[in-house]
Protein backbone atom coordinates (compact mmCIF):
# COMPACT_ATOMS: atom_id res chain seq x y z
CA UNK A 1 0.00 0.00 0.00
CA UNK A 2 1.13 3.43 -0.55
CA UNK A 3 1.30 5.98 2.26
CA UNK A 4 1.48 9.90 1.22
CA UNK A 5 3.53 12.40 3.01
CA UNK A 6 3.41 15.92 3.03
CA UNK A 7 6.55 18.18 3.20
CA UNK A 8 6.14 22.29 3.41
CA UNK A 9 7.49 23.70 0.38
CA UNK A 10 6.00 27.18 0.67
CA UNK A 11 4.83 28.53 4.68
CA UNK A 12 1.51 29.79 4.63
CA UNK A 13 3.39 33.15 5.88
CA UNK A 14 5.45 33.23 3.29
CA UNK A 15 2.34 32.72 0.70
CA UNK A 16 0.49 35.83 2.45
CA UNK A 17 3.40 37.86 2.12
CA UNK A 18 3.67 37.70 -1.64
CA UNK A 19 0.47 37.55 -2.79
CA UNK A 20 0.15 41.33 -0.70
CA UNK A 21 3.28 42.06 -2.59
CA UNK A 22 1.62 41.13 -5.55
CA UNK A 23 -1.79 42.99 -4.94
CA UNK A 24 0.64 46.37 -4.50
CA UNK A 25 2.17 45.58 -7.86
CA UNK A 26 -1.02 45.22 -9.66
CA UNK A 27 -2.58 48.22 -8.72
CA UNK A 28 0.61 50.31 -9.30
CA UNK A 29 1.10 49.01 -12.49
CA UNK A 30 -2.50 49.69 -13.43
CA UNK A 31 -2.99 52.70 -11.41
CA UNK A 32 -6.14 53.80 -12.47
CA UNK A 33 -9.79 51.89 -13.64
CA UNK A 34 -11.61 48.68 -13.01
CA UNK A 35 -9.23 45.65 -12.60
CA UNK A 36 -10.99 42.36 -13.64
CA UNK A 37 -9.35 39.57 -11.65
CA UNK A 38 -9.98 35.98 -13.79
CA UNK A 39 -9.12 33.14 -11.84
CA UNK A 40 -8.64 29.76 -13.39
CA UNK A 41 -11.07 27.06 -11.82
CA UNK A 42 -10.69 25.26 -9.81
CA UNK A 43 -7.15 25.29 -8.99
CA UNK A 44 -7.02 29.67 -8.14
CA UNK A 45 -9.42 29.92 -5.67
CA UNK A 46 -7.18 30.98 -2.88
CA UNK A 47 -4.92 32.53 -4.49
CA UNK A 48 -8.13 34.73 -6.10
CA UNK A 49 -9.58 35.25 -2.98
CA UNK A 50 -6.71 36.45 -1.15
CA UNK A 51 -5.54 38.94 -4.06
CA UNK A 52 -8.71 40.15 -4.19
CA UNK A 53 -8.32 42.01 -0.92
CA UNK A 54 -5.17 43.28 -1.44
CA UNK A 55 -5.39 45.18 -4.79
CA UNK A 56 -7.25 48.00 -3.84
CA UNK A 57 -9.63 50.40 -6.07
CA UNK A 58 -11.71 48.87 -8.52
CA UNK A 59 -11.89 45.56 -8.64
CA UNK A 60 -14.23 42.66 -10.46
CA UNK A 61 -13.87 39.07 -10.12
CA UNK A 62 -14.47 35.94 -12.61
CA UNK A 63 -13.56 32.78 -13.59
CA UNK A 64 -13.11 30.21 -16.37
CA UNK A 65 -12.57 26.69 -16.84
CA UNK A 66 -10.74 24.63 -18.57
CA UNK A 67 -11.15 21.17 -19.64
CA UNK A 68 -7.87 18.89 -20.63
CA UNK A 69 -8.21 16.21 -22.58
CA UNK A 70 -6.52 13.07 -20.74
CA UNK A 71 -3.00 12.43 -20.46
CA UNK A 72 -2.06 14.43 -23.44
CA UNK A 73 -2.43 17.11 -21.28
CA UNK A 74 1.15 17.55 -20.45
CA UNK A 75 2.38 17.25 -24.66
CA UNK A 76 0.55 18.10 -27.70
CA UNK A 77 -2.81 18.09 -25.62
CA UNK A 78 -5.95 20.15 -26.38
CA UNK A 79 -7.81 22.69 -23.93
CA UNK A 80 -11.47 23.78 -24.28
CA UNK A 81 -13.14 25.85 -22.20
CA UNK A 82 -15.52 24.05 -20.12
CA UNK A 83 -16.77 27.34 -18.30
CA UNK A 84 -16.43 30.93 -19.83
CA UNK A 85 -16.40 33.91 -17.72
CA UNK A 86 -20.25 35.88 -17.90
CA UNK A 87 -17.96 39.86 -17.47
CA UNK A 88 -17.34 41.60 -21.29
CA UNK A 89 -13.54 41.86 -20.87
CA UNK A 90 -13.28 44.15 -24.18
CA UNK A 91 -11.47 47.48 -22.91
CA UNK A 92 -10.66 46.27 -19.42
CA UNK A 93 -7.86 45.76 -17.88
CA UNK A 94 -7.82 41.51 -17.25
CA UNK A 95 -5.46 39.77 -15.18
CA UNK A 96 -5.32 36.10 -15.19
CA UNK A 97 -5.29 34.17 -11.64
CA UNK A 98 -3.37 30.83 -11.78
CA UNK A 99 -2.59 28.21 -9.12
CA UNK A 100 0.75 26.98 -11.37
CA UNK A 101 2.27 27.18 -14.70
CA UNK A 102 3.54 23.59 -15.44
CA UNK A 103 3.79 23.12 -18.59
CA UNK A 104 1.99 26.59 -19.72
CA UNK A 105 -0.20 24.99 -22.07
CA UNK A 106 -3.01 25.80 -20.49
CA UNK A 107 -2.14 29.29 -20.04
CA UNK A 108 -1.13 29.37 -23.53
CA UNK A 109 -4.46 28.78 -24.95
CA UNK A 110 -6.48 30.94 -22.64
CA UNK A 111 -4.11 33.65 -23.92
CA UNK A 112 -4.55 32.84 -27.18
CA UNK A 113 -8.50 32.77 -26.62
CA UNK A 114 -9.00 36.15 -24.36
CA UNK A 115 -6.91 38.25 -26.77
CA UNK A 116 -9.44 37.82 -29.55
CA UNK A 117 -11.73 39.88 -27.21
CA UNK A 118 -9.79 42.58 -26.93
CA UNK A 119 -8.73 43.55 -22.93
CA UNK A 120 -7.53 46.72 -22.92
CA UNK A 121 -4.73 44.95 -21.43
CA UNK A 122 -3.91 41.14 -20.72
CA UNK A 123 -1.18 39.96 -17.94
CA UNK A 124 -0.99 37.07 -16.25
CA UNK A 125 -0.70 36.41 -11.84
CA UNK A 126 0.65 32.90 -10.96
CA UNK A 127 1.32 31.77 -7.46
CA UNK A 128 3.40 29.38 -8.43
CA UNK A 129 5.83 28.25 -11.63
CA UNK A 130 7.80 25.28 -12.39
CA UNK A 131 10.26 26.62 -14.84
CA UNK A 132 11.67 23.16 -15.69
CA UNK A 133 8.89 21.84 -16.72
CA UNK A 134 7.56 24.75 -18.78
CA UNK A 135 6.97 23.88 -22.80
CA UNK A 136 5.47 26.88 -23.67
CA UNK A 137 6.90 30.08 -23.50
CA UNK A 138 4.27 31.94 -21.43
CA UNK A 139 4.76 35.76 -19.62
CA UNK A 140 3.78 35.44 -16.29
CA UNK A 141 3.78 39.16 -15.07
CA UNK A 142 2.94 38.59 -11.40
CA UNK A 143 4.99 35.23 -10.63
CA UNK A 144 4.57 34.18 -6.45
CA UNK A 145 7.38 31.29 -6.60
CA UNK A 146 9.60 29.19 -8.94
CA UNK A 147 9.20 26.12 -7.22
CA UNK A 148 11.08 22.70 -8.53
CA UNK A 149 9.48 20.07 -11.20
CA UNK A 150 7.65 18.30 -8.05
CA UNK A 151 4.35 17.55 -7.31
CA UNK A 152 2.95 19.68 -5.10
CA UNK A 153 -0.58 19.87 -3.17
CA UNK A 154 -2.20 22.38 -0.84
CA UNK A 155 -3.32 26.49 -2.07
CA UNK A 156 -5.79 25.14 -4.35
CA UNK A 157 -3.93 22.37 -5.95
CA UNK A 158 -4.98 18.96 -5.60
CA UNK A 159 -4.10 15.27 -5.92
CA UNK A 160 -7.22 13.53 -6.80
CA UNK A 161 -9.43 16.71 -5.42
CA UNK A 162 -7.47 16.55 -1.85
CA UNK A 163 -5.46 18.95 -0.18
CA UNK A 164 -6.91 22.20 -1.77
CA UNK A 165 -7.45 23.81 1.44
CA UNK A 166 -4.46 23.68 2.79
CA UNK A 167 -2.79 27.42 3.29
CA UNK A 168 0.73 26.30 2.56
CA UNK A 169 2.79 24.50 -0.33
CA UNK A 170 3.59 21.26 -0.08
CA UNK A 171 5.31 18.42 -1.64
CA UNK A 172 3.24 15.41 -2.01
CA UNK A 173 5.23 11.97 -1.39
CA UNK A 174 4.21 8.88 -1.99
CA UNK A 175 6.16 6.00 -0.38
CA UNK A 176 5.55 2.12 -0.05
CA UNK A 177 5.14 0.79 3.25
P1 LIG B 1 -0.10 23.31 -17.58
O1 LIG B 1 -1.15 23.54 -18.62
O2 LIG B 1 0.78 22.14 -17.90
O3 LIG B 1 0.71 24.56 -17.27
O4 LIG B 1 -0.84 22.81 -16.27
C1 LIG B 1 -1.50 23.63 -15.41
C2 LIG B 1 -2.45 22.84 -14.54
O5 LIG B 1 -1.96 21.51 -14.21
C3 LIG B 1 -2.59 23.56 -13.22
O6 LIG B 1 -3.57 24.57 -13.27
C4 LIG B 1 -2.90 22.43 -12.26
O7 LIG B 1 -4.29 22.20 -12.22
C5 LIG B 1 -2.20 21.21 -12.84
N1 LIG B 1 -0.90 20.96 -12.16
C6 LIG B 1 0.34 21.15 -12.67
N2 LIG B 1 1.29 20.84 -11.78
C7 LIG B 1 0.64 20.46 -10.64
C8 LIG B 1 1.10 20.03 -9.34
O8 LIG B 1 2.30 19.95 -9.01
N3 LIG B 1 0.12 19.72 -8.44
C9 LIG B 1 -1.22 19.81 -8.72
N4 LIG B 1 -1.68 20.20 -9.93
C10 LIG B 1 -0.75 20.53 -10.89
Not at 49 to 55: F, G, I, Q, S, Y
Not at 95 to 100: C, L, P, Q, R, S
Not at 114 to 138: D, G
Amino acid sequence: MNNTTLETLISEAEVQRRVSEIGEEIRKDIPEGQIVLLGVLKGSFPFLADLCRKVSGDVVVDFVQISSYGEEKSSSGVVQIKKDHDINIEGKHVIIVEDIVDTGLTLKHLIQLLTTRHPASLKVASILAKPEAMKHKVPIDYLGFEIPNAFVVGYGLDYAERYRQLPYVAILKEEDS
